[in-house]
């Protein structure tokens, strides 16, 4: 059988949409290539957030089709994700050795149109097209393989977006909101906590927005009827989830849910249900998300950071900007105020709360009392990481349109001047984390040096520390010895 091997670019979602795809591939016979130069087949998992990612995409299909025309022609070439939805038959246009071009709604046909292709029953193929029920089709994982247990996986919860911030692509690469239902993701972690996961994050574009709208048109997302949604049916096959009855109307996901709940729960978003489901797992050590935005960032899931002790105390919170004339250019639906106070309320249920974010500096008619005011809010909240991205114009979006687009040299400064304060608040706050005691699940060998081993801390912070594979997956106590760049270093307090 043919080998295949897939780069990822850009976010969390798509490595695991490329997970999916390679889990997938290899269910069918597939081999994994460990390099580009080793398959048969190449496939580029692509991001459209900013150009850099497309240009970055675009350059390395280029480069390896050169390559292929002399020393490999009978190489495949795939793009797929958020660049092959946007752009579609460009791409061929544009590179026409290109095999296949699968948009964000068809990665589960991947492995069929390449079947078709290597059979030489089809000579290209492009799909782009909408699918229903295509939230529910990023399900499978490869764990690993190699007999080393994965510790940790990500779940998609729900695809799309429909806040359409005016600098954003992504919801017309992702299209609009579909959730998949509790019972369906619950029994994807089950499986994966059966398989020896101890930790799962729950992805989605907005997870604060799951299960309030459009969820595959026709059901809904979360159990109806009057069982607690504590403890959700959960079906022997997570495919099958029994359809509910069409919706009767009206925008309401959440009502819905509240009807359903009965009393006592009516304050619930569907997501703290979802929560509150993942949470009833056994053998389920942690639970992460990302990302939430602030606009639907509700009581109910700061209350649940204090009620559920396998939600882990760290929170990737996009702010995007600390003015709120920007804020409201950029449409993200909140103030600086509502944002500063959602961080004063969970660091009062979560004391020490590891929090990270999202800042985009030079946005069109971005004044410097604007920076300043992001200056500000990053001094405010001492985020322990943030990632900053100097703004990109982006096809279809309206802040591409806008007046007063700012010169690169702009950017660029800003950007430094930020980056220089979020690392010099990060610095001095890792410092603080020296000879205390953190817990941290082992999730294996350190990237950077593999003959040390790597944890992560309930708030999400690295610590590498000298152990051995036998540590993998257990939760331990460890002493921190030294802190560097967004890295702790550290001794296990208790060596089993
Ligand atoms: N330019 C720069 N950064 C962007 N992001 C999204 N769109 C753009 C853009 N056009 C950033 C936002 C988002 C992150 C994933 O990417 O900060 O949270």
């Known amino acids: 059988m043919p080998s295949v091997f897939i780069k990822t670019y850009g976010c ?34 692509t991001c459209s957030v900013r150009d850099m990612a497309e240009r970055k995409a675009l350059n390395k299909m280029a480069n390896m089709i050169g390559i292929a025309k002399k020393e490999r022609p009978n190489q495949v070439f795939g793009f797929m994700g958020c660049m092959a939805q946007s752009r579609g038959q460009e791409l061929v246009d544009k590179l026409p050795d290109v095999d296949l071009v699968v948009g964000t709604q068809k990665f589960h046909r991947t492995a069929d149109y390449l079947d078709e292709i290597l059979a030489g029953r089809r000579e290209k193929i492009v799909d782009t097209a909408a699918e229903e029920k295509s939230e529910a089709a990023i399900r499978e994982h490869l764990l690993n393989g190699n007999a080393q247990t994965s510790v940790s996986a990500f779940v998609s919860i729900m695809q799309g977006c429909n806040q359409y911030c005016t600098f954003c692509i992504v919801p017309y ?6 959730s998949r239902t509790i019972d369906d993701i619950v029994a994807e972690c089950r499986d994966l906590v059966s398989r020896g996961v101890k930790e799962i994050t729950l992805l989605g574009q907005i997870v604060t927005s799951y299960g309030k709208r459009g969820v595959g048109r026709a059901d809904l997302p979360v159990s109806q009827g009057s069982a607690p949604i504590q403890t959700p049916p959960i079906l022997p096959n997570a495919g099958t989830t029994s359809p509910s009855p069409p919706r009767s109307g009206g925008e309401g996901r959440g009502e819905v849910v509240l009807r359903a709940q009965g009393e006592g729960h009516s304050k619930k978003s569907p997501f703290v249900q979802l929560l509150d489901a993942v ?34 105390e760290s929170a990737h919170l996009p702010v995007q900007s600390g003015s709120d004339r920007l804020l409201k250019i950029m449409h993200r639906g909140y103030t600086r105020e509502r944002f500063l106070g959602i961080i004063e309320k969970l660091r009062r249920a979560k004391p020490g709360i590891g929090l990270s974010t999202d800042i985009i500096v030079g946005f069109p008619g971005e004044t410097e009392e604007d920076f300043e005011q992001t200056l500000s809010i990053a001094r405010e909240v001492e985020f322990d990481q943030a990632y900053i991205f100097k703004y990109s114009p982006r096809r279809d979006t309206p802040a591409a349109d806008m007046e007063g687009q700012l010169p690169t040299a702009v950017k660029e400064e800003r950007n430094e001047r930020l980056l220089r304060l979020v690392n010099e608040i990060a610095a001095r706050n890792y410092e603080k984390l020296v000879n205390t005691q953190v817990q941290i699940l082992v999730e294996g060998p350190s990237k950077k040096n593999p003959a040390r081993m790597m944890g992560r801390t309930r708030c999400n ?17 460890v002493k921190i010895t030294r802190a560097g760049s967004f890295t702790l270093y550290g001794d296990p307090a208790i060596l089993e």
């Open 173 to 178: 690469t992702r299209g609009e909101e579909r």
């Open 12 to 45: 969390q979602m798509n490595e695991r949409d490329s997970e999916a795809v390679a889990a997938q591939l290899v269910a069918k016979g597939y081999s994994l290539a460990k390099s580009e130069a080793m398959a048969d087949v190449v496939l580029l998992n």
């Open 461 to 477: 912070k690295i610590v590498v520390f000298d152990g051995s594979e036998r540590h993998r997956g257990q939760i331990m106590d």
């Open 279 to 312: 949470h009833a797992i056994d053998g389920l050590e942690r639970i992460r998300f990302t990302s939430p935005h602030p606009k639907g960032y509700g009581d109910d899931l700061v209350e649940a950071y204090a009620r559920l002790p396998k939600l882990c």
